[in-house]
Structure formats: structure tokens, C-alpha cells
């Protein structure tokens, strides 16, 4: 089993930033992948960005490109994602997730672009 505890959310104004935080304690093993999903009020989870077990790799989705960025320390078993010029449509409960054989996804944060 994994578990996965988040951190970071909140209240924030359109162009502001926040940075989230996601540590997996548990079965950890190397060839993972970690990420963030969000789903946004009223509507279907989705893909916000994943990144490989060595960090080489990551992929985005188009709406945040080039204003979100996915990190990850292993020493530390925790990924971050940092957010830049958030926008209302970026409101959402972010949710944590980490695969080896299977998903795992934590409780997931709060995030509110408002003014």
C-alpha cells in the first residue's frame, strides 16, 4: 500500500501562485510515476501534469503548459507542483496520484482562483 499526503492548496487571486505538495510514504518502489489530477466543480476528474520515477520525463496538460511546473525530490518521496498565473479556470480540488501496478491517489486540496 501506498499512502500519499497533500499539501498547498488555498484561496488565491487570478495571476497568483501557489505551490502543492504530495509525499508517498508506504510500498515505494523505483519505475513509478507520480502526477496531479484535478476536477474542476461540476465537472469530470483530469490529467494536470505526470512525472517519471527518474523526473526525466513529464508531460502536461495544454491548459497549463508553460504556467505550471511538476518537480520531484526522491529522497524526499514527494512531488510538487508549482503554479504561476492562475487563472479562475484553474479552480478545482487537485488530487495527488502515484502508479506502480496500480493507481493510487490521495484525499486531494482545495484550489480557488478568485478575486
Same mark, same amino acid.
Given at each position: 500500500q501506498v499512502q500519499l499526503e497533500e499539501s498547498g492548496g488555498g484561496l488565491v487571486q487570478p495571476g497568483g501562485s501557489l505551490r502543492l505538495s504530495c509525499t508517498a510514504s508506504g510500498s515505494i518502489s523505483s519505475g513509478d510515476s507520480m502526477g496531479w489530477y484535478r476536477q474542476p466543480p461540476?465537472?469530470?476528474?483530469?490529467?494536470?501534469?505526470? !512525472?517519471?520515477?527518474g523526473g526525466q520525463t513529464t508531460n502536461y496538460a495544454g491548459s497549463v503548459k508553460g504556467r505550471f511546473? !511538476?518537480?520531484?525530490?526522491?529522497?524526499?518521496?514527494?512531488?510538487?507542483?508549482?503554479?504561476?498565473s492562475l487563472k479562475p479556470e484553474d479552480t478545482g480540488v487537485y488530487y495527488c496520484n502515484y502508479f506502480i501496478l496500480r493507481n493510487y491517489w490521495g484525499k486531494g486540496t482545495l484550489v480557488t482562483v478568485s478575486s
Open positions: 461540476g465537472k469530470q476528474r483530469e490529467l494536470v501534469a505526470v !512525472i517519471s520515477s511546473t !511538476i518537480s520531484r525530490d526522491n529522497v524526499k518521496n514527494t512531488v510538487y507542483l508549482q503554479m504561476n
